[in-house]
């Protein structure tokens, strides 16, 4: 069986889920959730358009760089303990992200929030959201 797409595309680049890594004030983060390990969403759009009724528009660059990203542990992976000392101290900490695609370190970081927590008749998933003041984003793919 063939490895790329199309005859047109060629061979695209491979994800593996064991490339991942997080680190979070320089310790490792492990133990995550079944699916979605983490999820990164930057907070402001690249550019800003606004135009009048007549159709003259401008558009604004936004030099913003906040994003917001969701770290999904099992709420036994002992790495919920350090994100814990995290939030009850209101900490700033750097993270370092890296996939087999893409690479997304933050020298400024903040929890929001502790995440909920339920009881049920299985471990369940604590949704950790780490505010990043300054995230940088480097693709790895075709390197």
């Not at 593996?16 to 310790?27: F, I, K, Y």
């Not at 979605?36 to 969403?41: E, L, N, W």
């Not at 993270?95 to 997304?104: A, E, G, I, M, Y």
């Amino acid at each position: 069986m063939a490895s790329f797409n199309s005859a047109e595309t060629g061979l695209m680049a491979k994800y593996n889920a064991s490339d991942t890594t997080l680190m979070v004030d320089g310790e490792l983060m492990y133990g995550f959730a079944a699916d979605t390990m983490i999820s990164v969403a930057y907070d402001n759009d690249n550019v800003t358009v606004s135009q009048d009724p007549q159709g003259t528009a401008v558009a604004s660059i936004n030099n913003k760089t906040g994003a917001t990203l969701t770290v999904n542990l099992n709420e036994t992976s002992p790495s919920n303990a350090k994100l814990t000392e995290l939030a009850n101290t209101r900490a700033e900490f750097p993270l370092d992200l890296r996939t087999s695609t893409v690479h997304q370190p933050a020298a400024h970081c903040y929890i929001s929030k502790m995440p909920d927590n339920t009881a049920a008749q299985n471990a369940g998933d604590r949704a950790w959201q780490i505010h990043a003041l300054n995230l940088d984003t480097e693709s790895l793919v075709g390197r």
